[in-house]
């Protein structure tokens, strides 16, 4: 019987051993795949097929679409993936964003707060100061800045020509109801000057300027000429008193976004100019 020429083809074992005949092993690279929430794979050896819910650093839980939930073991290679083998890991964290002070700015970490400086924040009481620093304070500490009560608008020439503004010495003034025409529109057109800045706000009391929903309330009431705003307030929707009032509003408030927009303005108007190198 003849042979049919090429009938038997050698067989080309280049690289397939080492030179001392051993025989070379490839090994296919698995992928390794980050199990974000929601990755659908399957579970090699068993055939369970779900969607990732959590995951550490052992062990995985995938829940499929009957609601059903298994953990597995963390293997290398234990998981198919579009079909085809892969290990699963733990995703890398996110990014942190940075930290936010209740300002709404970027907060320092590790602050130590500085020496005050010279210049100075004054407001017209003691809740206008204890609201700027529930919001501002950690903003005011990074700069070195102090807010000082007023206790009222009625001396504040005097007191504005006792304080001496400089370069170095800026004054900025917080004011309540500042509208035209009224008393502290007048008193602050007096002191106004490169080195002294008056800012304010609409509301009658800085209360009025933390908005009502933050408060439980629709609206804050009309209180008539000649009542005490905190009294009259307190009355009308039975606070107890103006402390009582005082420790409702400005327990409510988290941040910047409690706050109505004209008192926010004003304040880190104040800030800017008083912080500005002289």
């Given amino acids: 019987m003849a042979v049919r020429p090429n009938a038997f083809r050698p067989h080309d074992y280049a690289g397939a051993f080492t030179a001392d005949g051993k025989r070379v092993t490839v090994r296919k690279e698995v992928p390794q795949v980050p199990a974000e929430p929601g990755l659908v794979v399957e579970d090699a050896a068993s055939g369970f097929c ?50 936010r002070s209740a300002s709404g700015s970027v907060r320092v970490q590790g602050l130590t707060a500085r020496t005050a400086q010279a210049s ?24 070195g800045i102090v807010v000082e009560p007023l ?46 800045l008056v800012t304010g706000h609409p509301y009658v009391d800085v209360w009025e300027a933390v908005k009502p929903s933050v408060v439980g309330i629709r609206a804050w009431p009309q209180i008539p000429r000649g009542t005490d705003w ?11 008193e103006p402390a009582d009032g005082a ?28 912080t500005v190198p002289g």
């Fill in 50 to 99: 779900g969607a990732v819910v959590k995951i550490d650093i052992r062990e995985v839980t995938l829940e499929d679409r009957h609601g059903r939930r298994r953990v597995f073991p963390l293997l290398p290679a234990s998981f198919l993936y579009e079909g085809k083998p892969a290990t699963l890991v733990v995703p890398r964290a996110a990014p942190k964003a940075p930290a």
């Fill in 120 to 143: 100075r924040i004054w407001v017209e009481g003691v809740h206008d100061a204890e609201l700027i620093e529930r919001v501002w304070g950690h903003d005011l500490r990074v700069e």
């Fill in 151 to 196: 206790h009222g608008m009625d001396d504040l020439a005097s007191a504005v020509r006792e304080f001496a503004p400089g370069p170095r010495h800026r004054l900025g003034v917080l004011v309540d109801h500042l509208v035209e025409g009224s008393k502290e529109t007048r008193a602050a057109r007096s002191v106004a000057g490169p080195h002294v």
């Fill in 230 to 240: 905190k009294t009259g307030v307190c009355a009308a929707l039975r606070w107890g």
């Fill in 247 to 274: 420790r409702r509003v400005l327990g409510a408030v988290r941040d910047f976004r409690d706050l109505e927009a004209p008192l926010i303005g004003a304040v880190e108007q104040l800030i800017d100019f008083v």
